[in-house]
C-alpha cells in the first residue's frame, strides 16, 4: 500500500493498515481519510488505540493560544511571573515567556519547580524518587504568577506545587496553565487556561517536547 503525503516516511515500518477478520491489529498505523480530503493516522499498540492530538504545529498553534489567554488575563502594571513545574512544564514555560514577551510583557520572570518533595505518593515512591532542583532566584512575594504544567488530571501535581510555592513566599495571584486538561481530577483544581481537553479520564496522554524527546507530540491512548 502507498501512505498519501506526509505518511510516506512510516512505510518501511512493519505496521497493519485496516482491520483484519474485523478485528483490529496487533500493532500497526490505521489511516482513516478525512471529510474533504487529508488523513487521520493512529497507531495501534495492543487493544488500545493511541491517538494523535498535537503535533509539532498543532502545539506551536496552542502554545499561542494560551500565551493569548494569558496576557489578555494578567494585569500589565505589576510582576509576572512564570514557574514551569519540572520536566516538561519547565520547557513549556520557557516557550510561554518568549510568547508573552512577544506580547508586550518585559521583564517576565523564570522559575523552575520541583515538586518531588511535596507529592502525597512521596512514601511511595520511596528510594526511586528523583529529586530535582528547584530555581526560583526572584522573590515571590506580590507577583502574579502563573504555573505552567503538561497535564492537569487529578490535581495532585498542581496541589504539590502550590505547597512548594507557598513556603517560598506569597504571590499576589497564582493562575495555573497547562497543555492538556484530562478529566478525571481527584482534588477541586482547575487550570486557569487551558491548551486542550481530552474527553475519556481513561485515556492516558503523552505530551513530548523537542527539548527533551526530540519531537513536539500529544497523543492520547
Not at 510516506?8 to 482513516?32: H, I, S
Not at 512521596?122 to 506580590?142: C, M, Q, Y
Not at 504539590?160 to 495555573?176: E, T
Not at 487551558?194 to 475519556?200: I, N
Request: glycine share 10%; net charge negative; with cysteine.
Amino acid at each position: 500500500m502507498t501512505l498519501p503525503g506526509r505518511f510516506k516516511q512510516r512505510e518501511a515500518r512493519p505496521a497493519v493498515f485496516a482491520r483484519q477478520n474485523g478485528a483490529l491489529p496487533e500493532r500497526g498505523l490505521v489511516l482513516a481519510q478525512r471529510r474533504g480530503g487529508g488523513y487521520a493516522a493512529s497507531v495501534w499498540a495492543g487493544a488500545v488505540a493511541v491517538k494523535t492530538i498535537l503535533d509539532e504545529r498543532g502545539m506551536a498553534e496552542t502554545l499561542a493560544g494560551l500565551a493569548d489567554q494569558i496576557a489578555a488575563s494578567v494585569p500589565r502594571d505589576g510582576r509576572l511571573a512564570v514557574v514551569g513545574i519540572r520536566n516538561r512544564g519547565e520547557v513549556l514555560g520557557d516557550r510561554l515567556i518568549r510568547l508573552l514577551e512577544d506580547r508586550g510583557f518585559d521583564p517576565i520572570d523564570r522559575g523552575v519547580l520541583d515538586i518531588t518533595l511535596y507529592r502525597d505518593d512521596l512514601a511511595e515512591k520511596g528510594p526511586d524518587a528523583v529529586v530535582r532542583s528547584t530555581e526560583i532566584d526572584f522573590d515571590l512575594n506580590d507577583c502574579t504568577l502563573v504555573l505552567v504544567d503538561d497535564v492537569l488530571w487529578t490535581g495532585r501535581s498542581a496541589r504539590a506545587a502550590l505547597d512548594a510555592l507557598v513556603d517560598l513566599g506569597r504571590p499576589q495571584a497564582v493562575r495555573l496553565a497547562v497543555l492538556v486538561d484530562r478529566p478525571g481530577r481527584e482534588l477541586p483544581i482547575q487550570a486557569d487556561f487551558v491548551g486542550v481537553r481530552t474527553q475519556h479520564a481513561d485515556q492516558h496522554v503523552n505530551v513530548m517536547v523537542a527539548e527533551t524527546d526530540g519531537q513536539d507530540r500529544v497523543e492520547v491512548g
